[in-house]
């Protein structure tokens, strides 16, 4: 099963997603943001970037 975004209403009523992997683990969670198409925006923008983004290890 492939992963799948979920868009939903936190308790202060924004909006947000999270990205869960196929076996249902929550990967990556996306801020809040004031409306729907803000969200979607976000999603739409780490599906276009993702697939391309380096890694950038801070970790010395």
Known sequence: M???FELY?????QYRFRLKAGN???IAVGE????K?????????IKRNAAEAEIDDQTG
Request: a negative charge; zero cysteines.
């Open 2 to 4: 492939a992963g799948k």
């Open 9 to 13: 209403k936190d308790k202060s009523d």
């Open 24 to 26: 249902g683990e929550v």
């Open 32 to 35: 809040a943001y004031s409306s």
């Open 37 to 45: 198409s803000g969200a979607l925006n976000g999603i739409d923008s």
